[in-house]
T-cell receptor, first 112, second 111 residues
Framework: DAGITQSPRYKITETGRQVTLMCHQT?????MFWYRQDLGHGLRLIYY???????DKGEVPDGYVVSRSKTENFPLTLESATRSQTSVYFC???????????FGSGTRLTVV | EDKVVQSPLSLVVHEGDTVTLNCSYE??????LLWYKQEKKAPTFLFML????IEKKSGRLSSILDKKELSSILNITATQTGDSAIYLC???????????FGTGTRLTVIP
């Protein structure tokens, strides 16, 4: 399917476990992003990537790890999940700097 | 530090009303301002504004940028229940290749 897809859509995990959220896009966009969305904070950037093998931290990177070995995939890993990481996570991609993103449908993660 | 402030935080109106949502920004090297609509899932793109004073329109929605005042407004005329959503404003971040978002305005349209 064309577009940007995230998986899983919903995830419940326990404190301390490692969790990986997947993001896949079919446009060969250079830029990919991970945001988290929390009430009162809006969308906050966790990590972004300008190309395969190039990643950089955003506003709230602590506790997260990313990789981008292929242009189309940008997984986000929570190394040891904490309750404060309960959130909705959005992946997005863009072909050009400063232009609009296309967002995935989001992953709702609950850490218990 | 980049900043995007949206107001009001939430708004409840009746169908048929006209609403104006506000966005002010502080960013070095302004390039553009974007508006998104978020219903239950992912934000969807509405407008991108780069030039001051030029209105962008799409049906009942319109937006205009004021670079002198570092702000933008989003107008929705003859509101419908389907307009109920969170409206997000964003600017490309200074020195980084990402969008910096405001916290959004939650609009609720009552029948």
């Amino acid at each position: 399917d064309a577009g940007i897809t995230q998986s899983p859509r919903y995830k419940i995990t326990e404190t301390g476990r490692q969790v990986t959220l997947m993001c896949h896009q079919t446009w060969s966009h250079s830029y990919m992003f991970w945001y988290r969305q929390d009430l009162g904070h809006g969308l906050r950037l966790i990590y972004y990537s300008a190309a395969a093998d190039i990643t950089d931290k955003g506003e709230v990177p602590d506790g997260y790890v990313v990789s981008r070995s292929k242009t189309e995939n940008f997984p986000l890993t929570l190394e040891s999940a904490t309750r404060s990481q309960t959130s909705v996570y959005f992946c997005a991609s863009s072909g050009q700097v400063g232009y609009g993103y296309t967002f995935g449908s989001g992953t709702r993660l609950t850490v218990v | 530090e980049d900043k995007v402030v949206q107001s009001p935080l939430s708004l409840v109106v009746h169908e048929g009303d006209t609403v104006t949502l506000n966005c002010s920004y502080e960013v070095t090297n302004f390039r553009s301002l974007l508006w998104y609509k978020q219903e239950k899932k992912a934000p969807t793109f509405l407008f991108m504004l780069t030039s001051s004073g030029i209105e962008k329109k799409s049906g009942r929605l319109s937006s205009i940028l004021d670079k002198k005042e570092l702000s933008s407004i989003l107008n929705i005329t003859a509101t419908q229940t389907g307009d109920s959503a969170i409206y997000l404003c964003a600017v490309p971040s200074t020195g980084a290749n990402n969008l910096f978002f405001g916290t959004g305005t939650r609009l609720t349209v009552i029948p």
